[in-house]
C-alpha cells in the first residue's frame, strides 16, 4: 500500500489524539485496579483475622476449658468411682463436636480412655509422645498430628499434667479430630479459587480442605519461610497472593490462598470501560483527520498527477493552482520547469542518437579485437572485457566486472614488485611491459600489457588495458636458455655454462675443482650399443649430483669428462666429496652388480694468488693419471662384471661353460697340444660366450626357434665379444677365437665366413664340444639328446660344420669315456 500524504496526516492525526486518551486510560485503569485488588486483600486479612478469632481460637478455648476442668476433678483421685468418672467423659464428648477421646495416665500406671478402648497388652500410655510433652503444671500443650486409638484417627492432643500436692498424678489428654477442624476453615469464604489452611507452630496441617493432606509438613516451603512468626503477613508465590494471621497462645498459623486471576476479576468492568473510551476516541480523530486533510490533499494530488504525465513524457498539460499560498506557488514553479524539461528533452534524444552510433563502433571493434582487452575506471575496478579477456583468464564479464583488476590477474609474488595498471592513472601516460598473469584455474601466463589512459576534460577517469599472450614465445625462450646453458643428455650444466661461471667467480678468495671421467664409456656403447653409454653417463651425473652439496656446480665438459665448481672450498672439503662419491659409487656398484660405474677423479683448490683455470689443469692432469694408474685393472674389472651380469643372467651360460672347459682339455691332449695353449683354450673354453651380454633378453631367452631378424641379432654376439676381450689385458690374446669360434669347415658359418685350415684350430676343437654339450643339455624349447644321438649328429656333419679329423678323435674319446663309465657302474 501506498503511503501517501493523506494517510499519513491521517495517521499523524489520529496518532496524536488515540496515544494520550490510551495512555490515560491505561494508567487510570492500572492505578484503580492497584487500589481495588489491595482492598480485596485486605478484606481477605479480615476475614482471616475474625475467624482466628471467632472460629479456630473458640475451638481451641473450648478444649482447653474442657481440659483445665477434667483435669481437676477429685475423681481423678478414688479409683473406686472410675466408672463415675468415665460417665462424666462420655457426656463431655456428647455435648462438644470438637473431642473424639479424652485420656488419663496416672503415674502408677492406671489408665483411662473414653470412649472405651481394649488397650494391647503391652501398651504403655506413658511411652507415647503425648505423655511425655504435657510439661509443668497449669500449661496446656498441643502435640502434633498423629494417629490416636481408639478410632486410629488423626488428631490433635492437648495434655495438662495433673498435680496434687506438687507431685504429679498423671496426664489428661484430649483427642480433637483434624477433620473437624479441616470443616471449619472449609467453611470460611474468601472468593472464588480462594482456600484455607492450619498450621502448627512446626509446619504441620492440622487443617485442609483436602484430608489427604492432614499432617503434612510444609516447613521448608520458601512461603512458610517468608510468614512464620509474624502476626499478620502476605507474599506472592507465582499466580497465588498468600497471607497468614497468627493464633494467640497457640502459636498455629491461619493461612489463606487467593489466586490472581479471582483478584483481577473485579477490576475487569474498569478494564472494558476503558477500552471503549479509547475506540471512541480513535473513531473521533479519524473523522476530523479525514475532513481536515481532504481539501489539502486534493490539491496536492493534482500537482503529483501532473508530475506523472511528465514523467511519461507528456509537457503539454501541466498543473494548475491560481491560489497564492505556497502549493499555489509550487505549481507555478512547476510549470515553469516542464517547459525548461520539454525543451532539454528533444536535445537530449538528438545527443543519445549520436552515442547510440559511436556505441556501435566502439562496441564491434571492443568484442572483435584480437586482443585480450579491459576497461577499468579510476579505481582500477573492471568496468568490461571483451571475449578475447575471458577466453585468456578463463573469467565470464559477470565474474570480472566489479573486480580490481590486480587483485583478478596479479600473482600474489609480483603485487609490490609487479607492474600495476593504475600507473597510467597517476602518469596520464602509455604504460608497456612484459610480466605474468594469473589465470582462475591458477595457471599463470606470459602477458605483455599495453595500458592508455581514458581521459574525459582533460582528467583521466579510467585506463583501457590490453593483454597479449606471449607464452609460446616465452616459453621457446626459456627452452632456448635452458638449452644454451646445460647438458641435453645428463640435465646437468654444459661446457659454455662452466666457462661462464668461471669467468664469474674469477678473483674469488678459494674455489675448488673437480674433474671426472667416466671409465670404460666406449667399451659399453660398442657392448651394449650408445644407448646403454648414456644410461651409463646419466647414472654418473647422478651420482656426481647427491654427492655433492647444493652449492656445486656440476657440468659435462663434453663426452665421458664432468667438471665441478665448489666455492668457497677447502682441501678437506674436497677431499671429503671425493670420498663420498666413490662411497655411492661403491655402493651403487653392489645393488647393480651388472651395471657398474666408475670414475676417475682429480681436483685442486683455486686461491686468490692461483686462478680457477690453473686449478682446472691441475685437476685434470691428475684425472689422467689416476685413470693410466687404474685402466687395466678398470678394463679387467668391467670384462669381470660383464661376465657376472651373462651369469646372472643366463645359468645354463655358466654351467655350459665349466663342462667345455674339461671336454677341451681332454680334447687338446688327445691332439697333442702344448701345455701354454691348453691354457690358453681353457680360458676360450670360459669366456667364448662374453658377447651374450649385449643380446637382449628377449633374443638370448626365447624359449623357441629364434626367426631370420632375431638370430641376425644373436649371431653379433662374437663380434661383441671380441671387442669386450681385445680391450681386456687379461684376454686380447683369445679375443681373435672369440670372433671365430662359430665358424664352419665349409666355409658357411659366422662372422667372416672362413673355411679349412683358416679357422684357429683352438676355435676347430671348441666348435665341437660346444655342440655336443649343447645337444646333451636341455633347453626350455627341446629336451637334451642322449650321448649315442649326439655323437651321431656331429659325425653327420663332419666336413660341413666341423674339421672332421678332429671329429673323428673326439668321437673316440667320448665313447671310451662312455664305456669306460659304463663298466664302472
Same mark, same amino acid.
Given at each position: 500500500?501506498?503511503?501517501?500524504?493523506?494517510?499519513?496526516?491521517?495517521?499523524?492525526?489520529?496518532?496524536?489524539?488515540?496515544?494520550?486518551?490510551?495512555?490515560?486510560?491505561?494508567?487510570?485503569?492500572?492505578?484503580?485496579?492497584?487500589?481495588?485488588?489491595?482492598?480485596?486483600?485486605?478484606?481477605?486479612?479480615?476475614?482471616?483475622?475474625? *475467624?482466628?478469632?471467632?472460629?479456630?481460637?473458640?475451638?481451641?478455648?473450648?478444649?482447653?476449658?474442657?481440659?483445665?476442668?477434667?483435669?481437676?476433678?477429685?475423681?481423678?483421685?478414688?479409683?473406686?468411682?472410675?466408672?463415675?468418672?468415665?460417665?462424666?467423659?462420655?457426656?463431655?464428648?456428647?455435648?462438644?463436636?470438637?473431642?473424639?477421646?479424652?485420656?488419663?495416665?496416672?503415674?502408677?500406671?492406671?489408665?483411662? %480412655?473414653?470412649?472405651?478402648?481394649?488397650?494391647?497388652?503391652?501398651?504403655?500410655?506413658?511411652?507415647?509422645?503425648?505423655?511425655?510433652?504435657? @510439661?509443668?503444671? @497449669?500449661?496446656?500443650?498441643?502435640?502434633?498430628?498423629?494417629?490416636?486409638?481408639?478410632?486410629?484417627?488423626?488428631?490433635?492432643?492437648?495434655?495438662?499434667?495433673?498435680?496434687?500436692?506438687?507431685?504429679?498424678?498423671? %496426664?489428661?489428654?484430649?483427642?480433637?479430630?483434624?477433620?473437624?477442624?479441616?470443616?471449619?476453615?472449609?467453611?470460611?469464604?474468601? @472468593?472464588?479459587?480462594?482456600?484455607?489452611?492450619?498450621?502448627?507452630?512446626?509446619?504441620?496441617?492440622?487443617?485442609?480442605?483436602?484430608?489427604?493432606?492432614?499432617?503434612?509438613?510444609?516447613?521448608?516451603?520458601?512461603?512458610?519461610?517468608?510468614?512464620?512468626?509474624? @502476626?499478620?503477613?502476605?507474599?506472592?508465590?507465582?499466580?497465588?497472593?498468600?497471607?497468614?494471621?497468627?493464633?494467640?497462645?497457640?502459636?498455629?498459623?491461619?493461612?489463606?490462598?487467593?489466586?490472581?486471576?479471582?483478584?483481577?476479576?473485579?477490576?475487569?468492568?474498569?478494564?472494558?470501560?476503558?477500552?471503549?473510551?479509547?475506540?471512541?476516541?480513535?473513531?473521533?480523530?479519524?473523522?476530523?483527520?479525514?475532513? &481536515?486533510?481532504?481539501?489539502?490533499?486534493?490539491?496536492?494530488?493534482?500537482?503529483?498527477?501532473?508530475?506523472?504525465?511528465?514523467?511519461?513524457?507528456?509537457?503539454?498539460?501541466?498543473?494548475?493552482?491560481?491560489?497564492?499560498?505556497?502549493?499555489?506557488?509550487?505549481?507555478?514553479?512547476?510549470? !515553469?520547469? +516542464?517547459?525548461?524539461?520539454?525543451?532539454?528533452?528533444?536535445?537530449?534524444?538528438?545527443?543519445?542518437?549520436?552515442?547510440?552510433?559511436?556505441?556501435?563502433?566502439?562496441?564491434?571493434?571492443?568484442?572483435?579485437?584480437?586482443?585480450?582487452?579491459?576497461?577499468?575506471?579510476?579505481?582500477?575496478?573492471?568496468?568490461?572485457?571483451?571475449?578475447?579477456?575471458?577466453?585468456?583468464?578463463?573469467?565470464?564479464?559477470?565474474?570480472?566486472?566489479?573486480?580490481?583488476?590486480?587483485?583478478?590477474?596479479?600473482?600474489?609474488?609480483?603485487?609490490?614488485?609487479?607492474?600495476?595498471?593504475?600507473? &597510467?592513472?597517476?602518469?596520464?601516460?602509455?604504460?608497456?611491459?612484459?610480466? !605474468?598473469?594469473?589465470?582462475?584455474?591458477?595457471?599463470?601466463?606470459?602477458?605483455?600489457?599495453?595500458?592508455?589512459?581514458?581521459?574525459?576534460?582533460?582528467?583521466? !577517469?579510467?585506463?583501457?588495458?590490453?593483454?597479449?599472450?606471449?607464452?609460446?614465445?616465452? *616459453?621457446?625462450?626459456?627452452?632456448?636458455?635452458?638449452?644454451?646453458?646445460?647438458?641435453?643428455?645428463?640435465?646437468?650444466?654444459?661446457?659454455?655454462?662452466?666457462?661462464?661461471?668461471?669467468?664469474?667467480?674469477?678473483?674469488?678468495?678459494?674455489? $675448488?675443482?673437480?674433474?671426472?671421467?667416466?671409465?670404460?664409456?666406449?667399451? &659399453?656403447?660398442?657392448?651394449?650399443?650408445?644407448?646403454?653409454?648414456?644410461?651409463?653417463?646419466?647414472?654418473?651425473?647422478?651420482?656426481?649430483?647427491?654427492?655433492?652439496?647444493?652449492?656445486?656446480?656440476?657440468?659435462?665438459?663434453?663426452?665421458?669428462?664432468?667438471?665441478?665448481?665448489?666455492?668457497?672450498?677447502?682441501?678437506?672439503?674436497?677431499?671429503?666429496?671425493?670420498?663420498?662419491?666413490?662411497?655411492?659409487?661403491?655402493?651403487?656398484?653392489?645393488?647393480?652388480?651388472?651395471?657398474?660405474?666408475?670414475?676417475?677423479?682429480?681436483?685442486?683448490?683455486?686461491?686468490?694468488?692461483?686462478?680457477?683455470?690453473?686449478?682446472?689443469?691441475?685437476?685434470?692432469?691428475?684425472?689422467?693419471?689416476?685413470?693410466?694408474?687404474?685402466?687395466?685393472?678398470?678394463?679387467?674389472?668391467?670384462?669381470?662384471?660383464?661376465?657376472?651380469?651373462?651369469?646372472?643372467?643366463?645359468?645354463?651360460?655358466?654351467?655350459?661353460?665349466?663342462?667345455?672347459?674339461?671336454? &677341451?682339455?681332454?680334447?687338446?691332449?688327445?691332439?697333442?697340444? +702344448?701345455?701354454?695353449? %691348453?691354457?690358453?683354450?681353457?680360458?676360450?673354453?670360459?669366456?667364448?660366450?662374453?658377447?651374450?651380454?649385449?643380446?637382449?633378453?628377449?633374443?638370448?631367452?626365447?624359449?623357441?626357434?629364434?626367426?631370420?631378424?632375431?638370430?641376425?641379432?644373436?649371431?653379433?654376439?662374437?663380434?661383441?665379444?671380441?671387442?669386450?676381450?681385445?680391450?681386456?689385458?687379461?684376454?686380447?690374446?683369445?679375443?681373435?677365437?672369440?670372433?671365430?669360434?662359430?665358424?664352419?669347415?665349409?666355409?658357411?658359418?659366422?662372422?667372416?665366413?672362413?673355411? $679349412?685350415?683358416?679357422?684357429?684350430?683352438?676355435?676347430?676343437?671348441?666348435?665341437?664340444?660346444?655342440?655336443?654339450?649343447?645337444?646333451?643339455? $636341455?633347453?626350455?624349447?627341446?629336451?637334451?639328446?642322449?650321448?649315442?644321438?649326439?655323437?651321431?649328429?656331429?659325425?653327420?656333419?663332419?666336413?660341413?660344420?666341423?674339421?672332421?679329423?678332429?671329429?673323428? !678323435?673326439?668321437?673316440?674319446?667320448?665313447?671310451?669315456?662312455?664305456?669306460?663309465?659304463?663298466?664302472?657302474?
Amino acid at each position: 500500500m501506498r503511503w501517501n500524504i493523506y494517510r499519513k496526516m491521517l495517521l499523524f492525526a489520529t496518532l496524536m489524539i488515540v496515544l494520550p486518551v490510551s495512555l490515560l486510560g491505561f494508567l487510570t485503569y492500572r492505578e484503580s485496579e492497584a487500589m481495588l485488588v489491595g482492598r480485596i486483600k485486605q478484606a481477605s486479612l479480615l476475614i482471616m483475622e475474625n *475467624a482466628a478469632n471467632n472460629f479456630i481460637k473458640n475451638y481451641i478455648k473450648d478444649v482447653e476449658t474442657a481440659a483445665r476442668i477434667l483435669s481437676s476433678d477429685l475423681l481423678l483421685n478414688e479409683p473406686d468411682r472410675r466408672q463415675q468418672l468415665l460417665e462424666i467423659w462420655e457426656q463431655r464428648r456428647r455435648y462438644s463436636n470438637h473431642i473424639r477421646s479424652i485420656r488419663y495416665a496416672g503415674a502408677q500406671g492406671d489408665f483411662l %480412655i473414653a470412649p472405651l478402648w481394649d488397650s494391647p497388652a503391652d501398651y504403655n500410655p506413658r511411652d507415647s509422645d503425648w505423655y511425655r510433652q504435657a @510439661g509443668s503444671a @497449669g500449661a496446656i500443650r498441643w502435640s502434633e498430628p498423629h494417629v490416636a486409638p481408639p478410632a486410629n484417627n488423626t488428631v490433635v492432643t492437648a495434655t495438662k499434667a495433673v498435680y496434687r500436692n506438687g507431685e504429679l498424678q498423671g %496426664i489428661l489428654a484430649i483427642d480433637t479430630s483434624l477433620s473437624d477442624l479441616s470443616a471449619i476453615i472449609g467453611s470460611i469464604n474468601l @472468593g472464588s479459587g480462594g482456600y484455607l489452611i492450619l498450621l502448627d507452630a512446626g509446619g504441620n496441617i492440622i487443617a485442609h480442605r483436602e484430608q489427604a493432606l492432614l499432617g503434612t509438613n510444609v516447613r521448608d516451603t520458601a512461603w512458610f519461610k517468608q510468614l512464620a512468626g509474624a @502476626g499478620f503477613a502476605s507474599t506472592r508465590l507465582e499466580d497465588i497472593y498468600v497471607c497468614a494471621v497468627t493464633i494467640p497462645d497457640t502459636d498455629w498459623i491461619l493461612v489463606g490462598f487467593l489466586p490472581e486471576t479471582m483478584l483481577h476479576i473485579d477490576a475487569a468492568p474498569l478494564k472494558y470501560m476503558t477500552i471503549v473510551v479509547a475506540l471512541l476516541g480513535i473513531f473521533l480523530a479519524s473523522l476530523a483527520s479525514v475532513l &481536515v486533510s481532504r481539501g489539502f490533499v486534493a490539491r496536492i494530488k493534482r500537482l503529483v498527477e501532473s508530475m506523472d504525465r511528465i514523467e511519461q513524457g507528456d509537457y503539454s498539460k501541466p498543473a494548475e493552482d491560481i491560489s497564492t499560498d505556497e502549493i499555489g506557488e509550487l505549481s507555478r514553479k512547476f510549470r !515553469v520547469m +516542464a517547459d525548461t524539461l520539454s525543451l532539454l528533452m528533444e536535445q537530449r534524444d538528438l545527443t543519445e542518437a549520436e552515442l547510440r552510433r559511436q556505441k556501435g563502433y566502439f562496441a564491434q571493434l571492443f568484442e572483435n579485437s584480437p586482443e585480450s582487452i579491459a576497461i577499468l575506471d579510476s579505481t582500477d575496478k573492471i568496468l568490461a572485457v571483451n571475449k578475447q579477456f575471458a577466453d585468456l583468464f578463463q573469467y565470464g564479464e559477470d565474474e570480472a566486472r566489479g573486480v580490481t583488476i590486480d587483485d583478478l590477474v596479479v600473482p600474489p609474488a609480483l603485487r609490490e614488485k609487479g607492474l600495476h595498471v593504475g600507473e &597510467v592513472m597517476g602518469s596520464v601516460k602509455f604504460v608497456q611491459a612484459e610480466t !605474468v598473469r594469473r589465470r582462475k584455474d591458477g595457471s599463470m601466463v606470459d602477458v605483455q600489457v599495453i595500458a592508455y589512459p581514458i581521459i574525459v576534460a582533460d582528467c583521466p !577517469v579510467g585506463t583501457y588495458v590490453i593483454y597479449r599472450d606471449i607464452s609460446e614465445r616465452k *616459453a621457446a625462450e626459456r627452452a632456448l636458455e635452458y638449452l644454451t646453458y646445460h647438458d641435453a643428455l645428463t640435465g646437468v650444466y654444459n661446457r659454455r655454462y662452466f666457462d661462464h661461471r668461471i669467468e664469474q667467480l674469477a678473483g674469488s678468495e678459494k674455489c $675448488g675443482v673437480l674433474v671426472f671421467d667416466v671409465d670404460g664409456l666406449k667399451l &659399453v656403447n660398442d657392448t651394449f650399443g650408445h644407448a646403454k653409454g648414456d644410461e651409463l653417463l646419466k647414472t654418473s651425473a647422478l651420482l656426481i649430483k647427491e654427492a655433492s652439496p647444493s652449492q656445486a656446480i656440476i657440468a659435462r665438459m663434453g663426452g665421458d669428462e664432468f667438471g665441478l665448481l665448489l666455492p668457497q672450498a677447502t682441501v678437506s672439503d674436497l677431499q671429503e666429496l671425493v670420498q663420498n662419491l666413490r662411497n655411492r659409487i661403491a655402493e651403487f656398484n653392489g645393488a647393480t652388480p651388472d651395471f657398474a660405474v666408475s670414475l676417475s677423479m682429480g681436483f685442486s683448490l683455486a686461491e686468490q694468488e692461483s686462478g680457477i683455470a690453473e686449478a682446472l689443469q691441475e685437476a685434470d692432469s691428475r684425472m689422467y693419471k689416476e685413470k693410466l694408474h687404474r685402466s687395466q685393472s678398470t678394463r679387467s674389472t668391467i670384462v669381470r662384471t660383464l661376465m657376472q651380469a651373462l651369469y646372472a643372467r643366463d645359468f645354463i651360460t655358466e654351467g655350459h661353460g665349466e663342462r667345455i672347459q674339461l671336454m &677341451v682339455v681332454k680334447l687338446a691332449l688327445r691332439l697333442g697340444l +702344448a701345455n701354454f695353449r %691348453i691354457q690358453d683354450l681353457r680360458l676360450f673354453s670360459q669366456f667364448h660366450d662374453l658377447g651374450k651380454v649385449g643380446i637382449p633378453d628377449g633374443v638370448l631367452f626365447k624359449p623357441g626357434p629364434l626367426d631370420p631378424k632375431e638370430m641376425e641379432v644373436m649371431r653379433r654376439h662374437s663380434e661383441i665379444g671380441y671387442r669386450i676381450a681385445i680391450s681386456s689385458p687379461e684376454l686380447n690374446h683369445i679375443a681373435e677365437w672369440i670372433l671365430k669360434h662359430h665358424e664352419w669347415w665349409n666355409g658357411q658359418g659366422y662372422p667372416i665366413g672362413l673355411s $679349412g685350415a683358416e679357422i684357429p684350430v683352438e676355435c676347430r676343437i671348441l666348435a665341437i664340444c660346444d655342440a655336443y654339450d649343447a645337444m646333451v643339455s $636341455g633347453r626350455p624349447y627341446r629336451q637334451a639328446l642322449d650321448a649315442a644321438a649326439a655323437l651321431a649328429e656331429i659325425e653327420r656333419n663332419s666336413g660341413s660344420m666341423f674339421d672332421p679329423d678332429i671329429v673323428a !678323435v673326439f668321437v673316440s674319446m667320448v665313447r671310451e669315456g662312455l664305456a669306460e663309465q659304463s663298466h664302472n657302474e
